[in-house]
């Protein structure tokens, strides 16, 4: 072999690494950033999850101010857990789709093509849903205090702690959620599967526990995704404070996600 044809080879060599990581992690994360924004249903599912939840506080308020219920002081944290039961789900949607929804158009083959590690693809995709829903959730939590302004007035008290629930709370729940949808997302490769099992998550099973009231039934959906989110977005303390129940919903979200990469590591795209 010559020196010409070693070095070349040696070139050859050096080279392929950089053109195995396309772009690395930043680059992943920049094409999951520009698929999200490049959907209409995105922007169709942000805009209803925002504004739904806003909608759902102001009818409550106004059903609290009709009925005389409300007293002297009102919580800007004190609409948010109603208003967020059904407006939650456009958000589900969201985090299921950015997963299901290119298995069902066969894009998932070019975004493994492009990223061949799956693991740096569902961590491209963890990074890019989290902060979209978490900012999402945030604006969502914002929309129950311009609600509760406009009914209640002056009655409505801004203390730091009920904002902070209210507006990074709910964010922080949002964010929870959607990062567990996703993860059953890649486990069921199926948009109807996905978006199901999350309804049941959220909302099925804690109505079932309330409707049989066993207590070992009971203490098991206590440490589900939506009753975890209840303390970080009310700040109540009971059955735990928002700091176990962040560690409940992060918990939840990982072990979504650690099966769904799990299966995802393991079979064809």
Sequence with gaps: MTMAATAQEGQVRRSA?????GGGLPGAVAAEWSKLWGLRSTWLCLAVAVAATGGTALLGALAMEAS???GDRVQANGLVSMSIMLSQFAMVAVASLIVTG????GAMRTTL???PRRGRMLLAKTAVLGVVSFVTGCLAGASTMAAGVAVFGDAMV???APVVHAVVGTGGYMAGVSLFTMGLGVLTRSTAGAITAAIGVLMALPTISTMIGNETVSAVVDRMPATAGLPLMTGIEDPYGWGV???WLAGWA???LA?????LARRDA
């Design 17 to 21: 690494p950089q053109q195995e990581s």
């Design 68 to 70: 005389d219920t409300v």
């Design 102 to 105: 290119e298995y069902a158009t």
């Design 113 to 115: 093509t492009t990223v």
């Design 158 to 160: 801004f203390e730091t």
């Design 245 to 247: 129940g962040t560690l």
């Design 254 to 256: 990982l072990l979504a």
């Design 259 to 263: 099966a769904g990469w799990a299966l």
